[in-house]
């Protein structure tokens, strides 16, 4: 039964006998076999299907420590600056603990659809007159000058640590670490974290090797790629529409000393992925999750994808959160009258 990470990873975390084991039974998410990507590209194909998560998102699992540790710690609130997954996940697990979570976001950029999570789960969503930049700072402030106000962006280190569950899970899904590990990359949190999830499992002996760490970015927002800040960041890809990524020199290391590559794709190559993947293999994933399938089709387009390995991508979140996006790749409803020749003139039997 799932009981959440912070039951079946007990031991891993830095939990004491006050904390509080918070749980929407986020984790253990499922590792699918992508058979038709993977024949097409010749590859054994996972997708870490981390959209499945309560709040759709891979952001739960860290959240669900952050939160829980801020209990632990005596916070009566909790605030973040975002305009995503991240203000979902917080409002999710701040009324699971029974505490008001605030969130700022960028007056202005509010984009409706992303937030109706938040507002949903009951956060006071306040909008600041400036970017997200100012907004971040602002909770910064706010957390610091009031010691009850727990701020839960990635600055907060459980988040990281809690998102080290999902590296675990897949190790032990498949009995080693694969060949490669692709994910997206914004504020370089979660490659930072999977590369302290596996070095951890080797060093305890679970696993032999690091995977490949191969970190994918859009092309106008590629900090990473290009070896520098990007000061305005421009992707469809929301979620990794970030400049200045807050673990750069982490994610650098990570893919360091796992001999990866970090690469950019374009709009037009991370839509058509996200096309790819419902059409042939029957998941639908938010944009940014589908940078990693558009790297490998890049990568073996270019004859730089060697054939055979063990690949899982981090399908990071749910496509549901963003449909206009997908609505804008695909043929519309056709229109009929409501008579069984209209019907079979359009099904062509
Ligand atoms: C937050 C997020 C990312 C980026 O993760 P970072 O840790 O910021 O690199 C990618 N995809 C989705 C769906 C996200 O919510």
């Given at each position: 039964m799932r009981k959440g990470i912070l039951h079946s990873y007990e031991r891993f975390?830095?939990?004491?006998?006050?904390?509080p084991r918070l749980s929407l039974c986020e984790g253990d998410t499922p590792l699918v076999p992508l058979r038709n990507m993977g024949r097409e590209l010749g590859v054994e194909l996972y997708g870490k299907y981390d959209g499945l998560n309560p709040t759709g998102s891979f952001k739960d699992r860290g959240m669900v420590l952050a939160v829980s540790k801020a209990l632990e710690e005596g916070a009566k609130a909790l605030i973040c600056a975002s305009t995503g997954n991240t203000s979902a996940s917080a409002a999710a697990y701040g009324a699971a603990a029974g505490i008001p979570c605030f969130v700022l976001l960028p007056a202005g950029k509010v984009a409706v659809g992303k937030l109706a999570q938040a507002l949903i789960y009951g956060a006071r969503v306040i909008a600041v007159r400036g970017n997200f930049d100012r907004a971040l700072e602002m909770a910064r402030e706010a957390s610091r000058e009031k010691g009850s106000l727990a701020i839960v962006n990635s600055v907060n280190p459980y988040r990281l640590f809690g998102q080290r569950s999902a590296s675990w899970e897949i190790c032990d899904e498949l009995g080693d670490a694969p060949d490669w590990l692709v994910l997206p990359v914004g504020n370089a949190g979660n490659i930072s974290a999977y590369c302290a999830g596996f070095e951890f499992y080797r060093e305890i002996g679970r696993i032999e090797k690091l995977p490949r760490l191969m970190g994918v970015q859009a092309e106008g927002a590629a900090p990473l790629v290009k070896g520098s800040p990007v000061d305005e960041p421009e992707t469809v890809a929301t979620a990794i529409?970030?400049?200045?990524?807050?673990?750069a020199d982490k994610a650098r290391r990570a893919v360091e000393i796992t001999s990866g590559q970090f690469l950019s794709v374009s709009d037009d190559e991370i839509l058509d992925a996200q096309k790819m993947l419902a059409s042939s293999d029957g998941i639908f994933a938010e944009p940014a999750s589908c940078a990693p399938l558009a790297g490998l089709v890049k990568l073996r387009k270019n004859g730089r994808l060697p054939g055979g390995l063990r690949i899982v991508l981090v399908l990071t979140g749910n496509g549901l959160k963003d449909p206009d996006s997908a609505v804008s790749r695909v043929d519309l409803p056709v229109e009929i009258d409501g008579t069984p020749e209209a019907l079979a003139e359009v099904l062509g039997l």
């Open positions: 975390f830095p939990l004491t006998e006050r904390t529409r970030i400049g200045h990524p807050v673990s």
